[in-house]
T-cell receptor, first 114, second 114 residues
Framework: GAVVSQHPSWVICKSGTSVKIECRSL??????MFWYRQFPKQSLMLMAT?????????EQGVEKDKFLINHASLTLSTLTVTSAHPEDSSFYICSARDTGGGYTFGSGTRLTVV | AQSVAQPEDQVNVAEGNPLTVKCTYS??????LFWYVQYPNRGLQFLLKYITGDNLVKGSYGFEAEFNKSQTSFHLKKPSALVSDSALYFCAVRDGAAGNKLTFGGGTRVLVKP
């Protein structure tokens, strides 16, 4: 089946630094990937839709300059949290449209900003 | 706009008893419906989906769901719950007339007691 690999699983960074999260489709090509944020005990909030070879589409209220998305190939999308602050601490999950018409999710990244 | 409602924050069930997790949706076009399960600090695992065809959909780990167009529902069911089914369950919908985005319900925590 379709597999999406997300790295790192967890990361701790200092306030003011940037963190990059990678999302790779391992056995299929993904022209569209999605980035979500999940707060404790809450549902997934779509942050942006990442399109291969073009600019990402951000949801209302998501700062595009803070959450930089790059989808340079058909198997890799990256989310960079720039100048991270404690309020950016969260669980970030990526997903990709798979060839079966469904959505395959990565295992998530726990970001803690100290 | 598409939306999903999971009316129960938590469902408690004894091991061996039937499990039902409720989901209702709202879309303007044809609904594409999904169920996912999430274990702590993990991404989402796919259980099943309804795109078209039979209203009763069978999925992973013995789960099934029934698409009911008149009631706009897609309840998840399992005839005999296991303790290992204790997790967070999400229903999601994609509006066939509105692009690729998935909208998630708020999630339902399932607790299966031995």
């Amino acid at each position: 089946g379709a597999v999406v690999s997300q790295h790192p699983s967890w990361v701790i960074c200092k306030s003011g630094t940037s963190v990059k999260i990678e999302c790779r489709s391992l056995d299929f090509q993904a022209t569209t990937m999605f980035w979500y944020r999940q707060f404790p005990k809450q549902s997934l909030m779509l942050m942006a839709t990442s399109n291969e070879g073009s600019k990402a589409t951000y949801e209302q209220g998501v700062e595009k300059d803070k959450f930089l998305i790059n989808h340079a190939s058909l198997t890799l999308s990256t989310l960079t949290v720039t100048s991270a602050h404690p309020e950016d601490s969260s669980f970030y999950i990526c997903s990709a449209r798979d060839t079966g018409g469904g959505y395959t999710f990565g295992s998530g990244t726990r970001l803690t900003v100290v | 706009a598409q939306s999903v409602a999971q009316p129960e924050d938590q469902v408690n069930v004894a091991e061996g008893n039937p499990l039902t997790v409720k989901c209702t949706y709202s879309v303007s076009g044809n609904p594409y419906l999904f169920w996912y399960v999430q274990y702590p600090n993990r991404g989402l695992q796919f259980l099943l989906k309804y795109i078209t065809g039979d209203n009763l959909v069978k999925g992973s780990y013995g789960f099934e769901a029934e698409f009911n167009k008149s009631q706009t529902s897609f309840h998840l069911k399992k005839p005999s719950a296991l303790v290992s089914d204790s997790a967070l369950y999400f229903c999601a919908v994609r509006d066939g007339a509105a692009g690729n985005k998935l909208t998630f319900g708020g999630g339902t925590r399932v607790l299966v007691k031995p």
